[in-house]
Every structure is written in C-alpha cells, then in structure tokens.
C-alpha cells in the first residue's frame, strides 16, 4: 500500500449546520494530520495522537502556516462558457442568443472542445474544486472531450450532453431521438466508468419539446444512478415564457415533474422565482438546488432564498454556473453569496457557507461518504490553503481567534492565490507557482 501523511490545521465538516448548529457541524484540527492509504483517507486527527500511531520513517509533509480543507463542490458550472465569462449588458435570455449560443456552437469541433475542456479543469483545481456538475454543449463529442480530459487527473466529476430540440440556432439543436441515442451512447461509454457519472441534461423548459423531455424521462428509467441537471426559475422573462409554452402546467417546476424529471439525482439550478407548491416538490422527491450568486447577481436574475430552501429542507449546493456566473473561486461565489443575504436582512454563518460549498454540496450530489468532508474512508481530494497568501490575508487572519473567523475573512478576501495545493485521491493535481 502507498501510504502518505499531511499535517496542517485541518477543517471539515461532519453535519448539517442547519439542523445541528454550527458549532456541532464541524471538526477542527489546529496541528491535525492527515493520513492517506492508496487514495482514501484512514486517519484524521490531533498530530500529538496520530503522530504515536504513525511508523517514523512516514513521510509526512508539514504545512505549519496552512489550512487543509475538502476539495470544493461546484453543484452547477459550464465548462464551454469558460472563455465568455464576463460578457457585457445582457439578461438571461438575450445573454444565452448574443453570446452563448455562438460560444457553443464552436464546440462541434472537438479539438477545440478539448482544449478548452483541460484548461477548464486546470482552472477548477487552481480554484480547489475537485468534484463538478457540468454541462456540455449539444454536440456528443463535446462531453467525450470533457471526459476525455478529467481521465489522467482521476477526478471524480459529472457531465452531460445538453438537449435541445427548439428556439435555439439550427446548428445548435437536435431532435427527440437524436438526443435520446447521444445520451445513450454517453452513458454507454462514460457513466460510471472509474470516479465519472453521467447526467442527463436538457438546457432548460423553453428549449425542449414536451417529447424531449418525455426522452430525458425514458433515459433516467433505463440506468441506475444517472442525474437530471437541468435550470428552473432563474429570470422573470424566462418563467413568463415557460408558463406560455406550457400551458397545461401548473408551474415552472411541474413541466419537469410532468416528465418524470425530479428525483433524488435531480439537480436544478437556480430556483430564485419558486412557489411554496415548487419547494414543497423538490423537497418531497429529494431533489436538489444549486445557488448560484455570481451569475444571479451579474445576470441580474434574483436573489436566492435560502431560508425559504431550508425551511422546506432543499438538499441547496453551491454553482458558480460560468459563464454566466463570474469566477471559478468558491471563496468569491460565497462572497457573493454572503451579500445575496445581506440584501434579503440576513446572515449567511461562514461555517455554513463552508458546509453548502463542501459537504452539502456532496449531500445534494449523492456523493457523501465518497467526496465533500475527510471523514476516514472518503476519497482523499483536498487542497491546502496558504493562510499567509498576500500580506492583508496575512494580517488579517492573524487575528482571527476562531476558526469561523478564519472561514469568513477567507471567503471575504481569498481567490487561487490561497490554493497552495490540490489533491485528488491522494495525488496532487495543482500546485501554485512560488
Ligand atoms: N438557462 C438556460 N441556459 C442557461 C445557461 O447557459 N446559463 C444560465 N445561467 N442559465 C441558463
Ligand atoms: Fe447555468
């Protein structure tokens, strides 16, 4: 066995800080060691007691000045709309026609959708993410380019072909079947393969006929374990638009209930404009949402209520959902995420905000026990964090007496400066330049 130490201050969480209070949701380590046996985590702990357990020949490696946290979980992102982040003075629908469907449409080639795929994933791990849930383009290829470029990092990510049958350019859409036969032939060769899975993924209501739909429906019977990714309720226009496409519906979240669409694998992005009806179905099929403020904000979409997901119970994630969201960073998508409350005269708690970007996020991707916290027996993705990683960060945390300080100024300040190292089953797969 190929065994390896880290010792750092080490932080994870272990609950829900929202049904167990923050203080009981996490574990903290000042001088903690982490120990790690062919890719899997198998101690966790004070160093002054694992240090007696340990061979002495181990080799461990020392970070006094580091904080090792779990790999981030981004629950909602597009890897195509990597390079047309930061695209100017549009709303959602007008946003998607002026700049990301060209954007997409670039990706029927399939070298250069691998290109953009590994600097895609570069750009994740310099950031600390580890595990995503990633939309492809219409295009087969695109989403064998994405799962093509994740297999020498073995990182445990998931992707799907986009459906899309109406109101988008010709060279963009593809049909009922067409969709039907891409997918299955994705899930064929990539769902479950090593650490991938595979998520079936119509863009969103307005783009997808009923019969499409009912196809993404057929496909989540056929095979176990696949994910429904798709967007609900993000922009007023949007919703007005798919309560006019389908009348017979009683709302927007019951046009993917009408197809068989929400289950404990169902991830839907957004979820801003929601009645009490919609809440009440995502909670009652375990379905899960991914906050997304960056993009909510820059889109000028909403705000996301996320005591009103609480209250319902929502399994809630975080998304950075560029390019529509603005950064890669997970420090700068819960900064934002923390003024999404203010505006709404509340407090987002920093360890919960760590919880949603970490094992909630796991929770919400049915991942737990395998990614989101370093509970022994979980995959060992991590990053280490450089406390010292610019002179204010420095200063700053410095002066932080507890470890929920430490968390706040971080999600305040930090950006992939921070992120020293990332690892993923134990091997390291960024490391900054010093
Ligand atoms: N709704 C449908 N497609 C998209 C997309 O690409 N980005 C965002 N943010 N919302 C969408
Ligand atoms: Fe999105």
């Not at 790690?36 to 702990?45: N, P």
């Not at 990597?82 to 100017?88: H, L």
């Not at 998520?199 to 009923?210: I, L």
């Not at 360890?351 to 094992?359: C, G, H, Q, R, V």
Request: charged residues 25%.
């Amino acid at each position: 066995a190929y065994i390896k130490a880290w010792r750092s201050a080490i932080l994870h969480c272990i609950e829900n800080p929202t049904d167990v209070g923050s203080e009981k949701a996490f574990e903290y380590y000042p001088d903690g060691i982490l120990v790690v046996t062919d890719g899997i985590i198998s101690a966790l702990g004070h160093a002054s007691e694992i240090l007696l357990e340990l061979p002495n020949s181990m080799d461990i490696e020392h970070h006094p000045e580091a904080l090792i946290i779990p790999g981030f979980i981004d629950t909602h992102i597009h890897y195509p709309q990597s390079d047309m982040i930061a695209s100017y003075g549009e709303q959602l629908l007008d946003w998607l026609n002026h700049y990301t469907f060209p954007e997409e449409s670039k990706f029927s080639d399939k070298e250069f959708a691998r290109d953009v795929a590994d600097r895609f994933l570069k750009e994740l791990l310099r950031n600390g993410t580890t595990t995503a849930l990633v939309f492809g383009t219409v295009h087969k290829q695109s989403v064998d380019a994405f799962f093509e470029a994740t297999e020498s990092l073995d990182l445990r990510m998931i992707c799907g072909k986009v459906m899309m049958d109406r109101h988008a350019p010709d060279d963009l859409t593809d049909t009922p079947e067409s969709s039907y036969q891409d997918s299955k032939a994705l899930i064929e060769t990539w769902h479950e393969k090593g650490r991938l899975h595979y998520a079936v993924t119509p863009r969103f209501a307005p783009t997808s006929t009923s019969e499409q739909l009912s196809a993404a429906g057929k496909l989540l019977t056929e095979y176990d374990n696949l994910y429904l990714h798709t967007h609900l309720s993000e922009n007023v226009q949007e919703c007005e638009w798919v309560q006019a496409l389908f009348p017979e519906s009683k709302h927007y979240l019951d046009v993917y209930d009408q197809h068989q669409l929400l289950s404990e694998r169902s991830v839907f992005a957004h979820g801003i404009h929601l009645c009490d009806h919609e809440y009440q179905r995502l909670s009652e099929t375990g379905s899960a949402v991914a906050f997304c403020p960056t993009s909510n904000l820059f889109l000028g979409s909403g705000l996301f209520d996320l005591s009103k997901a609480e209250f319902h119970k929502l399994n809630v994630g975080m998304g950075t959902d560029v390019g529509g969201g603005t950064s890669f960073s997970m420090f700068k998508t819960l900064n934002e995420a923390y003024k999404v409350i203010q505006l709404q005269g509340q407090n987002l708690d920093p360890i919960k905000s760590f919880y949603l970007a970490t094992l909630g996020g796991a929770k919400a991707l049915r991942l737990e026990h395998k990614v989101g916290n370093l509970a022994v027996g979980t995959e060992a993705d991590f990053v280490i964090l450089d406390k010292t990683a610019t002179p204010l960060i420095k200063t700053r945390l410095a002066r932080s007496k507890e470890i929920a300080d430490t968390l706040f100024a971080l999600m305040i300040l930090a950006d992939d400066r921070v992120v020293k190292a990332t690892y993923s089953m134990g091997k390291c797969v960024h490391r900054r330049e010093e």
